[in-house]
């Protein structure tokens, strides 16, 4: 198996098992939702990796290989660039997917503290921020956003909602930086 065939391979395993995990956590709908917006980079980082091996590959001085200096497929300098280029390009793909998480439930955050803040700001609403807020957050939420928590400010002419929370980290007892999303939105008020 060529080197760039190995990459490639790995890229997939990745984000087969990105995908097995994200179903098991977070639910089958979030998943496909991180991974349309995740899939993209992994799929640009294999290019550039392909772009990378194969220019290291040119730029080497071709030295005569026999048979004899082989290990299973890839030649002793294939290997050892292997074992130090492949799990670098894993790590930062694991990062990307990471911060692919943290954004969605940041996106999460902002949506509940609107949709929170739109409901208690109708005219005549008497329905509370923090309870519309906390329903918003109910339904999408799905373990993504973690440990959050509501508040409301009411002014003359305004409801402000602030959400905050945690996201989902996939790294163990690394703590991702918190979430702090608010909404302002002005008060209907009705005018003959």
């Known amino acids: 198996?060529?080197?760039t065939e190995a990459v490639?391979?790995?890229?997939?395993?990745?984000?087969?098992?990105e995908a097995i995990i994200g179903v098991l956590t977070i639910g089958l709908t979030k998943t496909l939702w991180v991974l349309v917006f995740t899939v993209g980079v992994p799929i640009s980082l294999g290019f550039i990796a392909f772009l990378v091996l194969t220019a290291v590959d040119a730029l080497r001085t071709r030295a005569t290989r026999t048979s004899a200096h082989s290990l299973g497929g890839l030649e002793r300098g294939h290997a050892s660039e292997a074992v130090l280029v492949i799990p670098l390009i894993l790590g930062v793909i694991f990062v990307i997917i990471q911060v692919g998480i943290w954004a969605h439930a940041r996106n999460i955050a902002v949506y509940s503290a609107r949709e929170g803040a739109t409901a208690a700001a109708a005219y005549q609403s008497g329905q509370s921020p923090e309870a519309a807020t906390q329903a918003a957050l109910a339904g999408n939420a799905d373990g993504v956003l973690r440990s959050y928590s509501v508040t409301s400010s009411h002014g003359e002419d305004s409801i402000t909602v602030t959400v905050r929370g945690q996201s989902l980290s996939l790294i163990p007892m690394v703590?991702?930086?918190?979430?702090?999303?608010?909404?302002?939105?002005?008060?209907?008020?009705?005018?003959?």
């Open 1 to 3: 198996m060529k080197r």
């Open 175 to 192: 703590q991702l930086p918190p979430i702090e999303q608010s909404v302002s939105v002005p008060v209907e008020t009705y005018v003959p």
């Open 8 to 17: 490639m391979l790995g890229l997939g395993v990745l984000l087969l098992a």
